[in-house]
Each structure stands twice: as structure tokens, then as C-alpha cells.
């Protein structure tokens, strides 16, 4: 069959698409690049904000329409189809199997099922349940067996470390819908990891919901994640070693210290503090203050040379007042993020936080705090990124810039003199987006950029 599939959420759905891209190949398929001509449509979706459920439901409307007049399959999976199960589909009869993110193993028999013109269904067990191991044993089996061709770069991979969340911070879908923490062996996260780097790729970012309380137990020994990191750090062709996200309550000393004392770990810490008021945070049930928070930023300051910091915000979470939400602001001053990814609240079905508060926070406070938070981290992160110019940056070059792509996108000639040079864009080991001229050739190879300038969220510079 064509297949085309959309990805929407995080970057652990974007590695359960590149999986099932190669589940898919290995059936026999063909995945198109684009909508056209395809013969089934597959949704890999998220819950984490009405937002993107809302991009799913229109997609479904229109494809309802689409297959008034021709053949098509459409299936729901990941997040969503976990949230919602059958409803989904009583609601969007367009909707022909949900297979959520437990489950994509079973696929390719999905799919078959599909054709044959039955409605079929393979999520999760409800996690106060049980946890399916063999279901655990089939995905772990899918990683494992992962082609390396599949992967979208081919300098950068993502391997993950651990499934699913315990945290339940109190607004959080992710625990609900990717089931109960658990984390791979050691073993089996080094076999992939080395099976990417023997394939070319020098740049490994480990992932995990909350990727620092990885800890693995196989009798007496116990692996934690600074000692994966230690580990893996020491593989042949590994050039830069990198992970997201973490939770703010368990970056140990000790993994600051490997951070400091292996040197092909990336500076680079996304924590999200997601308030910087103590009462939210407790309503949040996030388990660390504002001071803690704090502290974790100074003793990473002081551990780990040049690092960089990102964060996650949310806006207008339930009974967050004025004085909370200046806390808040405060704290993006005080940090000075490279970056800061900020949400307006949006109350997730079946949440603690949706259960137990009103969502009373107009709209209208939730806009604007959400723009003057915004306000903050662009004049932060404007004097972050100036502290560069005059630098020079190890840059990993991963392709043209947003700028040279539409320009490709509407087919104008480059504006650039010499006339292989276009605008590339990379990466410095602190996750700066660094841009600069230079020929295509270069990209996924390494360059050393001196930094000339500096915007709110990218380093301009010249090759040297
Ligand atoms: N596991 C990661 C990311 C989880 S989802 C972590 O714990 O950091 C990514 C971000 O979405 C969160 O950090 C949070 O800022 C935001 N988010 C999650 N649920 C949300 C909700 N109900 N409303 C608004 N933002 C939300
Ligand atoms: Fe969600 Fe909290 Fe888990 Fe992150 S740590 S995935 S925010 S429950
Ligand atoms: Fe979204 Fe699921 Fe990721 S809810 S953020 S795709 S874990």
C-alpha cells in the first residue's frame, strides 16, 4: 500500500514514526513524502493540549469527506488514539483502526485487518491495571530492530532510554496515555546506540519523558543514568552525546558530574521548571520548590562549564494569580534561558488537575501572561545568545536554513553571490541554532563557525 503518515507531538513520537516507517517498508509498503496518492493515512498523534487533538479532528473531517469518493484508509494512532479509544472512531466514523503507542508493533496486521474492511483496535491496558511485558517485549523488539536508513539525518539519532512516566504532574496527560516508567537495559540501549554510530551518525540524543530518572536494576547492579552516559560516552565514532528531558528533581550531583568529566556530553540541560511559584508548582505536583529549582540551576552553573539551559512554562494553570505568575516572570530573568518553550494551560480529560480545580483563568489573562512571559525570555534570550559574538562554536551542520528552504519551497534562485554558497543551519554543543553561508556539501559534517551576531533565538556567523 502508499502510505502517507503525519507526526504530530513530541520527539518520542517522532521516533515511534521513523520505527514504524521501517515496520511498515519491511511489510511491503511504500511511505510517501507527501499526502498525494496515498491509499492510507495514518495520524501519529498527541494529547498534550486541545491544540493538537484539534489539528487531528480537522483532518478527520476532511478525510471523511475524501473517502466519499475513493478508497481510503485513515488510522488514528499514538497518544490520542490511547486518550479516546473507541469513542474516537463512534464520533469520526472516517477513523478505520487505533493502534496507540504501546502497540505499533501490530501494525503491519492492523493495517491488513483494515483492508480487509474490519474496524480494529490495539491499545494499552488501563495502567492501574496491569502493564502488558509482552507487549513491553514486542517494542523493545521494534527498536532493536530498527534500520538505520529510516533515520530522517544522517548525522543526528535519537535512541530511547525508557517508556512511559510516573510523575503525574497534576495537568499531565503523557503518564495516562505512554503508560508506567520503565526503563531499557543498558545492554540494549548501547546495541542501539553503537548500531547508529557504526552507521555514520556521531551525534546520539537519549530520550525519556523524564530521561534523568533512568535507572535500570539487574540484581546487584544498578545502572543510573550518569553511568549510562559514562557507558555510551566512550563508543567508537560517538562525537556528541545529548538527552531530553529532564525533571528537575532528580539531576543528581553525580550527573552533573559526568556532564562536566565526559567530554563528548553536550552543556546542554532542558529542565522545565513549568512555574517559578511555589503554590503552583505544589498544585502541580511537580516535588520541588522554587528554591530547588534554583539551587539546580547554580550548582549546574557551577559544575559544568559554558552550560545551557532551556525551559517549559505553563500559563494560567488553575488559581494561578498575579503574584504567581511574576514569580514565574522573575525566574525566566534570573535563569537566562537559551530558550523557553511557553504553554497556556489547557485542561487534559482524566487529569488530577481537570478532576480537582476549575480552569479560571480567563482566556484573555491566560493570553497575556503568556505574551509577557514570551516578552521576558526574547529579551533573555537575546542577551543570552549576544554573550557569543566573537565566539567561536563547534557547529554540527544539520541543513539549509528555514529562510533557504522556502526560498526552495517557492523555487527562487539563491540571493547569494557566490553561487554555491547557500544559508546552512546547525547546532553548537549547547543546542544554539547557529546560521551562516556556506555550500550545501557541508551539511552533516562539523565546522567551526565564528559568531558575528545574535538574535533572540539564533547565532549568525562565518565558517573558518
Ligand atoms: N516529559 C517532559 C515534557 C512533557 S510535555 C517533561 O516532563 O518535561 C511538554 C510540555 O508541555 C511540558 O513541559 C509542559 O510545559 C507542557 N504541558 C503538558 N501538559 C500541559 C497542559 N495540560 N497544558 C499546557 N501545557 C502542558
Ligand atoms: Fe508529564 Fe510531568 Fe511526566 Fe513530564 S514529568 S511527562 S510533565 S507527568
Ligand atoms: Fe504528545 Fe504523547 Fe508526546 S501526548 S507530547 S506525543 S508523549
Known amino acids: 500500500m502508499k502510505i502517507y503518515i503525519e507526526t504530530l507531538g513530541c520527539q518520542m513520537n517522532r521516533l515511534d514514526s521513523e520505527l514504524i516507517v521501517g515496520l511498515l517498508q519491511s511489510a511491503g509498503h511504500e511511505i510517501l513524502a507527501a499526502r498525494r496518492g496515498a491509499e492510507a493515512v495514518l495520524y501519529n498523534t498527541c494529547s498534550v493540549r486541545q491544540h493538537a487533538e484539534d489539528k487531528v479532528y480537522s483532518r478527520l473531517g476532511v478525510d471523511a469527506k475524501r473517502k466519499a469518493d475513493r478508497s481510503l484508509i485513515v488510522g488514528v494512532l499514538g497518544c490520542m488514539a490511547q486518550r479516546e479509544g473507541k469513542s474516537l472512531a463512534r464520533r469520526y466514523p472516517a477513523v478505520d483502526f487505533l493502534c496507540g503507542p504501546g502497540r505499533i508493533h501490530e501494525l503491519p496486521a492492523l493495517l491488513e485487518a483494515a483492508r480487509a474492511g474490519r474496524f480494529v483496535v490495539a491499545l494499552d491496558p488501563d495502567r ?36 512511559g512516566c510516573d510523575r503525574f504532574c497534576t495537568y499531565c496527560i503523557v503518564p495516562y496515555v505512554r503508560g508506567a516508567e520503565i526503563s531499557r537495559s543498558p545492554e540494549a540501549v548501547e546495541r542501539e546506540v553503537k548500531k547508529m554510530l557504526v552507521s555514520g551518525r556521531s551525534e546520539i540524543t537519549l530520550l525519556g519523558q523524564t530521561v534523568n530518572r533512568y535507572r535500570h536494576k539487574n540484581g546487584e547492579t544498578t545502572t543510573r543514568f550518569s553511568d549510562l552516559l559514562a557507558r555510551l560516552s566512550s563508543l567508537a565514532g ?31 540541560i532542558h529542565a522545565p521548571a513549568q512555574s517559578g511559584s511555589d503554590a503552583m508548582l505544589k498544585r502541580m505536583n511537580r516535588g520541588y520548590t522554587r528554591a530547588q ?58 487529569t488530577t488537575a481537570a478532576k480537582r480545580y476549575e480552569d479560571d483563568v480567563p482566556e484573555a489573562v491566560k493570553r497575556r501572561r503568556n505574551l509577557e512571559l514570551l516578552a521576558a525570555q526574547k529579551t533573555q534570550g537575546l542577551a543570552h545568545h549576544r554573550q557569543y559574538i566573537g565566539r567561536t562554536l563547534e557547529v ?38 547557529v546560521l551562516f553561508e556556506g555550500p550545501e556539501s557541508l551539511i552533516d559534517t562539523y565546522a567551526e563557525v565564528r559568531i558575528t551576531d545574535a538574535s533572540d533565538l539564533s547565532l549568525f556567523g562565518r565558517i573558518i
Open 128 to 163: 492501574k491495571t496491569s502493564i502488558d511485558l509482552q507487549a513491553v517485549e514486542a517494542l523493545e523488539a521494534v527498536d532493536l530492530s530498527r534500520d538505520p536508513a529510516c533515520c530522517p539525518s544522517e548525522s543526528q539519532a535519537f535512541v530511547r532510554v525508557m517508556r
Open 238 to 268: 560517538m562525537r556528541r552525546l545529548r538527552f531530553v528531558t529532564s525533571h528537575p528533581v532528580d539531576f543528581g550531583r553525580d550527573l552533573l558530574e559526568a556532564m562536566r568529566d565526559l567530554p563528548n556530553v553536550c552543556p546542554y
Open 293 to 350: 529549582y534554583d539551587e539546580l540551576i547554580s550548582a549546574a552553573r557551577q559544575i559544568v562549564p559554558d552550560v545551557v539551559f532551556a525551559g517549559d512554562f505553563i500559563v494560567g494553570f488553575p488559581g494561578e494569580t498575579d503574584a504567581d505568575h511574576s514569580a514565574s516572570v522573575d525566574l525566566i530573568r534570573r535563569v537566562g534561558y537559551k530558550n523557553a518553550f511557553i504553554f497556556k494551560y489547557s485542561p487534559r480529560p482524566g
Open 396 to 433: 554540527l551542520i544539520t541543513g539549509k536554513s528555514a529562510k533557504e528552504k522556502k526560498k526552495d519551497a517557492r523555487q527562487e534562485p539563491s540571493s547569494q553571490t557566490t553561487s554555491d554558497h547557500v544559508q546552512l543551519q546547525g547546532r553548537s554543543r549547547g543546542d544554539h541554532v
